[in-house]
């Protein structure tokens, strides 16, 4: 195996990690705009119950 081999090899599994923590990201953030969403519709019942 040669270096370049290598050298490529590893450029597609760090290309692999930052494509996994950029769905992670992307995950959590869809999460905490939906907790958000949910939080101020909670707000906007309650103020209009009372």
């Known amino acids: 195996m ?5 050298e490529s090899n590893l450029a ?3 290309a692999v990690d930052v494509s996994d923590r950029a769905t992670e990201y992307g995950r959590l953030l869809n999460e905490a705009l939906e907790i958000g969403m949910s939080a101020g519709e909670f707000l906007v019942c309650s103020k209009s119950s009372n």
Request: net charge neutral.
């Open 2 to 6: 040669s270096f370049a081999n290598i």
């Open 12 to 14: 597609a599994l760090m």
